[in-house]
């Protein structure tokens, strides 16, 4: 059974910095690209950053890029995403999801596993 079990949240003032990690576990995670969305109150679960299991491809989302970066650890089946010049609007749950497969999927109906969920807060 997979598990993904995601660490690192909490809060932080505007423009500091956070790391979430990802840890995978329940099979071999080989050909599986690993990804993280992110949800506020109210709204819809969206794309953040995506990165192949080679981790020679990343993909983000528009608002996060230039801020966060993605990366993993294929030995540790460990994701990271690591937050710099954090704003308010970060502020969500953010989850890291998996599925087989070799594209940078940006959609979460894409993936099939995921985890619980971290929350990030941004505020003074």
């Known amino acids: 059974q997979v598990q993904l079990v995601e660490s690192g949240g909490g809060l932080v003032q505007p423009g500091g910095s956070l790391r979430l990690s990802c840890a995978a576990s329940?099979?071999?995670?080989?050909?599986?690209?690993m990804g993280w969305f992110r949800q506020a109150p109210g709204k819809e679960r969206e794309f953040v950053a995506a990165i192949t299991w080679s981790g020679g491809l990343t993909y983000y989302e528009d608002s996060v890029k230039g801020r966060f970066t993605i990366s993993r650890d294929n030995a540790k089946n460990t994701v990271f995403l690591q937050m710099n010049s954090l704003k308010p609007e970060d502020t969500a749950v953010y989850y890291c999801?998996?599925?087989?497969?070799?594209?940078?999927?940006?959609?979460?109906?894409?993936?099939?596993?995921w985890g619980q969920g971290t929350q990030v807060t941004v505020s003074s």
């Open positions: 999801a998996t599925r087989r497969g070799i594209a940078l999927y940006t959609t979460h109906l894409s993936y099939e596993y």
């Open positions: 329940g099979r071999t995670f080989s050909g599986y690209t």
